[in-house]
């Protein structure tokens, strides 16, 4: 049985254009979709595609100053790059627009679950996560999963929103907005901050003041693999869910922990995204009637991130797909990158990792995922 789910994708997301050599292409959400497509996924019974609108100013500015707003605005109009911060975000001729469509993608994505248009919701244009009120950061210009959660307490009065960010990097500029706030418990399992941008997300950082505890950071150290990842994500995420019982849940599907991903040391598979869509759309039935707004986020090869995304959204939908990969599809893959495509949707090789290393990554992941527990589970309630 398939679900009611609302796509939101615009051609337009191909303008988000950070520079030829810079390594986010957006030209892997133009695959995804058309590798959706191909698969049948976009005809499933349930599925919509509907029409949306870019954020206004005044919903940008429910996270994001109206000095820094203006300052996109105009730098977007110049015929030129320009540096946004210390490393590879650079505001680019029709920045503002295509970065405001983004958002409204998402807010469109919060809208359509929360008015009972589908019961769950997923934009891969969404996922900027990195953004702060006044800078951008880490290829991200407005936070659109900061001002979804915003939109979602000021405009629905939601009281509990669970923000679940699995990025490879840290989910700082969510947490920076709701630090101390129960209202969204925000939830990320990532690469450490020791060896990975932004140099944050540490056990410690667990919220402040009345939001003490509704922070939650699983740092995870270089050469994780499937079931090291898929054991701690049910130690950590099922228990808090049941503890906090959202409203609604938040996801970010960065999937650059993927091991053909260049930017993270992480060594996932396929099947870690399988079965984590799976288990978090079962959450979401159970405890936030169904309503999961879903957004895209990191990821940079062509060859994993259409695939990771196309097997997300068929698990939310609920919709079996092939694993055979149309040739229509090889053909548009080679002709927009270049490269071998790849023929089979799952992986069909799974990295490999010395006995010496496995073991010492495993006993890292078993004693992070103590130190959480620690922390936060009697902040939460939660009793093993």
């Not at 679900?3 to 292409?25: C, I, K, Q, T, W």
């Not at 947490?175 to 209202?183: A, H, L, V």
């Amino acid at each position: 049985m398939t679900d009611s789910v609302a796509v939101f994708y615009d051609e337009r997301y191909m303008d988000y254009d950070l520079g030829p050599n810079h390594p986010l292409h957006s030209e892997r959400i133009l695959l995804h979709y058309e590798l959706s497509k191909a698969l049948g996924l976009l005809k499933a019974p349930g599925m919509s595609e509907p029409q949306f609108r870019p954020a206004t100013d005044d919903q940008l500015a429910l996270i994001h100053s109206h000095e820094y707003i203006d300052q996109i605005r105009r730098l977007s109009t110049q015929e030129k790059y320009s540096l946004l911060d210390s490393g590879d975000t650079f505001a680019f001729p029709g920045a503002y627009d295509v970065a405001r469509l983004k958002v409204g993608g998402t807010l469109a994505a919060v809208d359509a679950v929360m008015e009972g248009h589908a019961e769950h919701s997923w934009n891969p244009g969404g996922g900027l996560h990195h953004a702060h009120t006044d800078r951008a950061a880490g290829f991200c210009i407005f936070n659109d999963v900061a001002i979804a959660c915003r939109y979602l307490q000021e405009h629905y009065k939601i009281q509990r929103i669970l923000y679940l960010d699995i990025d490879v990097h840290h989910g700082d500029g969510v947490q920076e907005q709701f630090y101390n706030d129960p209202g969204v418990l925000t939830l990320s399992i990532h690469e450490s901050g020791r060896t990975l941008f932004p140099q944050s997300g540490f056990i410690e950082e667990i919220g402040d003041g009345e939001g003490r505890g509704y922070t939650v950071n699983l740092p995870l150290p270089p050469y994780v693999q499937d079931e090291q990842y898929l054991e701690a994500f049910e130690a950590i995420v099922p228990p808090i869910i049941d503890a906090y019982k959202p409203m609604v849940i938040v996801m970010q599907n960065g999937v650059d922990t993927h091991f053909q991903d260049q930017l993270g040391h992480l060594l996932l598979t396929t099947r870690t995204f399988a079965e984590i869509s799976n288990r978090i759309h079962q959450l979401a039935h159970q405890y936030s009637n169904g309503r999961l707004v879903a957004v895209g986020g990191g990821g940079y090869s062509y060859h994993s991130v259409p695939r990771c995304w196309t097997i997300i959204l068929a698990n939310i939908v609920g919709f079996k797909i092939s694993n055979d990969i149309p040739k229509s599809w090889q053909e548009l893959f080679t002709q927009t990158t270049g490269l071998e495509p790849p023929t089979r949707l799952h992986d069909d090789k799974v990295p490999s990792l010395s006995q010496v290393d496995h073991t010492r990554v495993g006993r890292i992941v078993i004693e992070s995922v103590r130190r959480v527990k620690d922390l936060i589970f009697p902040l939460l309630s939660i009793k093993e």
